[in-house]
């Protein structure tokens, strides 16, 4: 197990990095996160770990940290009901507020958009609607997430079959590639599809999106829940401030913003709109 002063380095540097908040329950987690890291530097023990990290400030080992302890879990259509009120609410009122709105293109934020499923259902999504409403509109979305691994294998875009089982068939044939031969068991987001998504390296309270447009709609799920109470409020008012009027911010089921200051109207939970 971790001693004390080590835990207490780890959670303090983990903190002022990504603002990842490591309470006392997270002890275990830690330890075995960071043995993965001791594997990968030869470190002898968690103390080494500590001692290398204070002495050597080693920039490239920081960030395998982050990644180690950051949790990336996630699925395809994970609370698929943000899907379907994507689908059957928030694009048909855009696409009638464009016009007179003079919106060129339709722009989205997965804001922390780990090895990529949430920002490619949220893609596919969008290239169904378009596709039946035959309508030309533009889109594009913005993913962004602090780890460069997890960032590194959403690029690629290529899932085992387990993964893309929650998809439904029609949509697997219609937007994925099948694997064959050494391939096999692997779907591939189809490259016209993909391309549309554009992934940058972001650390979600320091900076945004390389695109200066205001969203949409911004999906921030399921990465709140490991953020302290002033670091939730100061990123749902960064959220806030890039949403055009009457855009919609998405989070997950389990981060009510209930006990957080904010402009936005609740429409249902885990769904918030910027007042028009
Ligand atoms: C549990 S995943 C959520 C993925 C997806 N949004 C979903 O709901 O399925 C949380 C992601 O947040 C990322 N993350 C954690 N702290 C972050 C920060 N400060 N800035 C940006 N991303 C962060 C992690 O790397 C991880 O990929």
Known sequence: MIRDSDYDFIRKLVYNRSRINLGPDKRELVTARLNKRLRATNLPSIGDYCRYLKEAKDEDELSHLI????????????EKEHFDFLYGHILPEMLKRKAAERWSRFNLWSAASSSGEEPYSIAITLAEFVRRQNTDWPWRIEATDIS???????????????????VP????TQYFQKGFGPHEGNF????????????SQINLLQGEPPNSD???VIFCR????Y???????????????????GGYLL???????TAIQHGLTMIKPAIYRLPL
């Open 222 to 225: 399921n990465v709140m829940i």
């Open 169 to 172: 068939k029609d949509l697997l």
């Open 251 to 257: 989070v997950g089921h389990s981060e009510s913003l």
């Open 188 to 199: 591939r987001v189809k490259p016209d599809l993909a391309e549309q998504v554009r992934f």
């Open 148 to 166: 460069h691994r997890i960032l590194a294998k959403a690029r690629e875009a290529v899932y085992r079959e387990e993964t893309v089982s929650k």
């Open 214 to 216: 205001p969203f949409h």
């Open 67 to 78: 990644d180690a302890i950051s949790t990336n879990h996630t699925y395809f259509f994970r």
């Open 227 to 245: 953020f302290d109470h002033p670091t939730q409020q100061e990123l749902v008012n960064r959220l806030a401030r890039r949403l055009v009027p």
